[in-house]
């Protein structure tokens, strides 16, 4: 739960995205742990009752400035009781009252009260969006500190396409975590990431592959966007979706893999080789479909190259923390590839182990460093587990 106990102010405005934020409360209350109030002006009342947000976070949702059983103080204390304020659908109107200070109902109020606090997401028709007043509006609102989430570009409920669109929960969800949890440990700094498998083609139908599913990679690319890197995600195919704030590189062979990792690596700080390439290469690629009454006795194999090693010979400053798959004795053996490859951590995962490696939601996992230190990890979310060796590397780092 990534913003578990955090108070949030929800402010809904009167946009046809309102209702999209109906399902993004619900996720903040049940799944991540938020403690969350709602705030509706007049206009979000006509696309969805208060009633549907109450019921969501079992709060009565604040729709008036004054009330019988308010004290004059409420927008203050709402405000100082909250960790961020989320203007979810953000419309132009309430850009263009919150850019130049007008208060004049309790979202507004209470957003001049929160200051930089207070994040936006505008969703809106694609022409008041890119009109120079709502464009000067949010470059105003950026100078002065506020966080604003760019919108999606896509189908619009107007029956036109482009940018304007709500994006995604997930994509929110990120934002507002890198705003409520990141603490810029990352920032300026570059961080590349593989994630997922490569697949080795035998003919035109059939490849080798291996069972992972990119999730731990991925899980790394995130706690790195909320830490401020500038992220570099260089993954196989998997069916995930992209990661909010990240550059992404898909590839799909070791060949690719290597020509991606030489381009991107330039300059990199860290590099994590999440990724699980496969080893196993045939020499060479048939045309067409081998078919099974020619058998298949002769296709060859060999070894892929060793990505990692060759990094580290290009870049020997960079920062490479590699991942391990070992059965029989995994630590040893992973504190071996991490000397042979040049690494300055090694992450041993061992797949034996109930709900660790591949394909899993979670991992345990122990994290080595070359000089001989060591930290295990015990079964949790891949997404706590990245942020386990990442806040370990930066803070001993090898």
């Not at 308010?70 to 979810?88: F, K, N, P, W």
């Not at 992972?212 to 995600?233: F, H």
């Not at 069916?239 to 799909?252: N, R, T």
């Not at 060859?300 to 590699?322: K, N, W």
């Amino acid at each position: 739960m990534i913003f578990q106990n955090k108070r949030l102010l929800v402010g809904i405005t009167g946009g046809i995205a309102a209702y999209k934020t109906a399902s993004l409360v619900r996720r903040l209350v049940h799944d991540e742990g938020a403690r969350v109030q709602v705030i509706m002006t007049k206009n979000a009342q006509e696309f969805v009752t208060p009633l549907t947000f109450a019921t969501l976070t079992g709060q009565p949702v604040i729709t008036e400035m004054f009330s019988n059983d308010s004290i004059g103080t409420r927008h203050i204390d709402l405000v100082q009781e909250a960790d961020a304020v989320l203007v979810c659908p953000a419309t132009a109107n309430i850009l263009a009252k919150s850019a130049q200070g007008i208060a004049d109902d309790m979202l507004s109020t209470v957003i001049l009260v929160a200051g930089n606090k207070t994040c936006f997401v505008p969703a809106m028709n694609t022409a008041m969006y890119l009109n120079p007043i709502t464009q000067a509006n949010l470059s105003r609102l950026k100078a002065l500190g506020y966080a604003i989430l760019e919108p999606d570009e896509g189908p619009l409920a107007c029956q036109a396409s482009g940018k304007g669109r709500m994006p995604d929960e997930r994509v929110i969800l990120a934002f507002l975590d890198q705003r409520l949890n990141g603490q810029g440990l990352l920032k300026g700094k570059k961080v590349v990431i593989t994630a997922g498998p490569t697949r080795a083609p035998i003919d035109d139908i059939r490849f080798i592959t291996n069972r992972s599913s990119g999730k731990m990679g991925y899980a790394l690319a995130e706690c790195a966007v909320r830490e401020g890197a500038e992220v570099i995600l260089i993954t196989g195919p998997t069916a995930l979706p992209k990661p909010w704030g990240v550059q992404l590189i898909a590839i799909e062979t070791v060949a690719e893999l290597q020509q991606a990792l030489n381009e991107a690596g330039e300059n990199a700080d860290y590099l994590f080789m999440a990724a699980a390439v496969e080893d196993l290469l045939p020499v060479r690629k048939a045309a067409g479909k081998i078919k099974k009454e020619h058998g298949l006795t002769n296709i060859e194999i060999q070894i892929a190259p060793d990505l990692v090693r060759d990094f580290r010979q290009r870049h020997p400053s960079t920062c490479i923390i590699g991942f391990s798959v070992e059965i029989e004795d995994g630590l040893e053996r992973s504190r071996l590839k991490m000397q042979h490859k040049g690494l300055n951590y090694v992450v041993w995962n061992n797949p034996q182990q109930a709900g660790a490696a591949f394909e899993h939601d979670t991992n345990a996992v122990t994290l080595i460093a070359n000089d001989g230190r060591s930290w295990e990890f015990p079964l949790a979310s891949k997404r706590i587990i990245a942020d386990q060796i990442i806040r370990t590397v930066l803070s001993t780092k090898a």
